[in-house]
């Protein structure tokens, strides 16, 4: 038999064994029919696969003769449960919280996505870590991460990436956005010192404006990107290139 944490399932794993204990030619068949449950659900409640609901815990305590005090502990046994799935769901949605922050606050997590689009790409973390400078460590964990939050997958010998996987602008915790075009900014500063003039563009311009129009700006800078990711990234594919556009007020507020 199956084993499993839910207490209620061990309450009647060890129902179950008293009773074979007591007559050798007890069955689990007899045992759901003593519970007035069929025998398939009653092997599917006690491995695991089927929850066991109210209604049923309360049948299963009624065809058992259970005093009142007696059902009332195998009920607590089901709210038992149910707390530890709730708490279970807590962590893990935790979990997912504080990978989507570390996904978007660092910028090296879509770099590897970007690089994966690379003609003599590998899924190897000391490959990566070379290719993005990072360690080879970094690289593993994001790697572990891509796969937890469903933006990459683990094949048989390696990975890939999976192209229909959408984040939703509320998943994403404006503290994590603001940390990420700081690190990008950075990133920015290192190019204008160490990369030469033919291998990057770093270019800026003034230009009073009527705020009315903020929205419509960004409409065509959503609409340039747009343009430059239709008619660039295809083909052969060698260098992972970042665009930061930056629109923001420079006079202070009347």
């Known amino acids: 038999m199956a084993k499993n944490t839910d207490a209620y399932i061990q309450w009647l794993e060890s129902e179950l064994a008293r009773r074979m204990q007591v007559n050798p030619l007890y069955s689990m068949r007899a045992f759901a029919k003593q519970l007035a449950l069929s025998p398939g659900a009653l092997s599917e409640i006690m491995g695991g696969k089927r929850k066991l609901t109210?209604?049923?815990a309360l049948k299963i305590c009624s065809s058992l003769g259970l005093s009142k005090i007696d059902t009332q502990n195998f009920v607590k046994l089901l709210d038992e449960t149910k707390d530890h799935e709730k708490q279970k769901k807590t962590r893990k949605q935790k979990q997912l919280d504080d990978d989507i922050f570390s996904l978007i606050s660092n910028w090296y997590y879509f770099a590897?996505?970007?690089?994966?689009?690379?003609?003599d790409f590998k899924w190897s973390a000391t490959w990566i870590g070379k290719?993005?400078?990072?360690?080879?460590?970094m690289a593993q964990e994001a790697i572990a991460l891509l796969v937890r939050v469903g933006l990459i997958e683990k094949t048989k010998n390696s990975y890939k990436a999976i192209d229909d996987t959408v984040l939703s602008?509320?998943?994403i915790p404006s503290a994590a956005v603001r940390?990420?075009?700081?690190?990008?900014?950075?990133?920015?500063?290192?190019?204008?010192?160490?990369?030469t003039i033919d291998e990057r563009e770093i270019t800026g311009l003034s230009l009073a404006i009527n705020p009315k129009d903020i929205k419509l700006i960004k409409k065509d800078?959503?609409?340039f990107q747009h343009l430059l990711i239709d008619k660039y990234c295809k083909g052969k594919r060698s260098e992972v290139y970042h665009l930061e556009l930056a629109l923001f007020r420079l006079t202070s507020k009347k």
């Open 131 to 137: 290719r993005l400078g990072i360690t080879p460590f």
């Open 169 to 171: 602008p509320d998943d």
């Open 54 to 56: 109210y209604k049923n």
């Open 221 to 223: 800078i959503q609409e």
């Open 179 to 195: 940390t990420y075009h700081h690190s990008v900014l950075q990133k920015a500063q290192d190019a204008l010192e160490m990369q």
């Open 112 to 119: 590897i996505l970007n690089l994966a689009d690379c003609d």
